[in-house]
């Protein structure tokens, strides 16, 4: 797989395949919604905020944006990743020592872990540290998880902030937030963004984008090609990407260097863009 890849990439002259699904910081496109998203998760992790939300649809670029916030951490900064966090009460404390590098004894109490997570807090802050706890995916956390989570920063004392959260996950997970139960939590929340889908011009503008640093001297994609696949993915960057990538395949395969409307109406056609919403509700007779 990975020659005939090659072949792609020389067919149309790249250094490197431009659209794939992987989260990649390199090729991340600096639209203004992630400008400003970035903005908050610096604001609210360089100010102390208990609590920074950055919510956006799925493939919307947040897990790319947070792996270029995790490359510019300084050393002064402990970071904990938690990607999927499920289980008890005790469970999420395990997660959480384990994403910080601690031990969590199997046959340890809830009061035992919570100890060693409070001991690491202040050993940190002793040192010059900051803790920063970054949940992924966390729109699958429950309320009963969020709250514990809000008592975690409970540890903070006065103006001393021994730890900071920062919550990435769908739009179902500020609609949770909303809830009644966890109004002490949003309260917390002091910085917070969401990430919309791109619009016509956007979508174009990132296209052209990626394929500048893999590498492309000119546009590989014809203009209403651009505004097609726009229409068809809703302007999420993650169904851009796989649309782009399968209309460059189809393009190689058909020994063309430019991405047609016409190429693009191939793949679509041919049911290669696979994804929930790609294909319209059948209606009855």
Known sequence: MSGALDIYTQHFGLTSRPFTLVPDPDFLFW??????????????????AP???ITGEVGAGKTTLLHKFLK??????RIGLISNAHGSRGELLRWVLMALDQTADRDATYVDLFETFQKYLISEYAAGN??????????NLSIETLEELRMFTNINSNKDELLQLVLVGQPELR?????PELRQFAQRIAASF???????????????????VAGATRNLFAEVACNRIHEKTGGVPRLVN?????????????NQKTVTLTTVEEVL???????????????AD
């Open 31 to 48: 639209s203004p919604a992630h400008k400003r998203a970035f903005a908050m998760l610096e604001y609210g992790t360089l100010t102390g």
């Open 51 to 53: 609590i920074t939300l």
């Open 72 to 77: 510019g951490i300084g050393e002064d900064v």
């Open 130 to 139: 900051r803790v920063i706890l970054i949940f992924d995916e966390a729109q």
């Open 175 to 179: 609609e949770t937030i909303y809830r």
């Open 194 to 212: 969401h990430l919309d889908a791109m619009d016509r011009q956007m979508v174009g503008d990132y296209i052209a984008h990626r394929l500048r």
């Open 242 to 254: 796989q649309l782009c990538d399968l209309s460059m395949v189809y393009a190689f395969t058909k």
């Open 269 to 283: 056609a041919d049911g290669a863009f696979f994804y929930a919403g790609a294909f319209p509700e059948e209606t």
